[in-house]
Nanobody, 122 residues
Framework: QVQLVESGGGLVQAGGSLKLSCAAS????????MAWFRQAPGKEREFVAK????????FYSDSVKGRFTISRDNVLNTVYLQMNSLKPEDTAVYYC???????????????WGQGTQVTVSS
């Protein structure tokens, strides 16, 4: 079992920045690929970014590429999402997820956090 707890969400103006954190506990953190997904009201959950278990490879959705950065600290058992140049369409609940040999597909991730709300005002 892996427990994931997100933090860092909030209200920000368009063009601003936020940094989300996801703290993991339980089984060994560094065996898992980690990802961030988001879900806006009335929409399906969508992939945002992924980082491999070693942190060497990252992957982003086209909608956030160049604005968001995913990173991880395998000593602190934490994954981060730095979000810059935020837009109103980035408004959503953001979830972190852990999985093994996982691609950019929600069903590949076995463990999920409870989510943190990000609201971007225009």
């Amino acid at each position: 079992q892996v427990q994931l707890v997100e933090s860092g969400g909030g209200l920000v103006q368009a063009g601003g920045s936020l940094k989300l954190s996801c703290a993991a506990s339980g089984r060994t953190f560094n065996v898992y690929d980690m990802a961030w997904f988001r879900q806006a009201p009335g929409k399906e959950r969508e992939f945002v970014a992924k980082i491999t278990r070693t942190g060497r490879i990252t992957f982003y959705s086209d909608s956030v590429k160049g604005r968001f950065t995913i990173s991880r600290d395998n000593v602190l058992n934490t994954v981060y999402l730095q979000m810059n140049s935020l837009k109103p369409e980035d408004t959503a609940v953001y979830y972190c997820a852990a999985g093994q040999n996982a691609a950019a597909i929600a069903s590949h991730y076995a463990y999920w956090g409870q989510g943190t709300q990000v609201t971007v005002s225009s």
